[in-house]
């Protein structure tokens, strides 16, 4: 975790999302770092509840894991998302499906690396199917 913000962390705190666009091009891994409470840049777009969807998709783009990591108050992107856009706000419905999305992605993949057993299916394996054919209340 870094000890200062970067010009990213500055130009999403000053909510100044053209900057925010032009630093995330020039030096995208940026977007890795965290400020000393824990806020990647994606934390900071969602606490300001005004990042239009496009910085957010580019954010999470540049850094996924951000959103599943929580800062040093608990939070998860997703959730100052939900606290932060207004319920009237045009673009919070589509930061969430974002977040959602991702977030759900992100748990899919990790069930399913946690019960992929890696096992190959041979024909020894499966069961024979029944062959058979039912007349009246028999099968024959």
Not at 39 to 64: F, N, R, T, W
């Amino acid at each position: 975790m870094g000890s200062t913000q970067t010009k990213l962390h500055w130009a999403v705190l000053q909510g100044d999302w053209e900057k925010t666009l032009q630093c995330l091009q020039k030096v995208k891994y940026n977007a890795t770092i965290a400020n000393p409470y824990g806020d990647y840049p994606l934390h900071l777009a969602c606490y300001s509840g005004k990042a239009p969807p496009e910085v957010i998709q580019k954010l999470i783009k540049a850094c996924p894991d951000a959103v599943m990591m929580k800062n040093k108050k608990g939070y998860y992107p997703l959730k100052l998302a939900e606290i932060n856009y207004r319920s009237d706000d045009p673009n919070r419905e589509r930061v969430l499906a974002m977040l959602r999305t991702f977030v759900d992605a992100k748990l899919c993949a990790k069930y399913c690396d946690e019960t992929d057993t890696e096992e190959s299916i041979d024909s020894n394996s499966i069961p024979p199917l029944f062959v058979g054919k039912w007349y009246g209340n028999n099968i024959i």
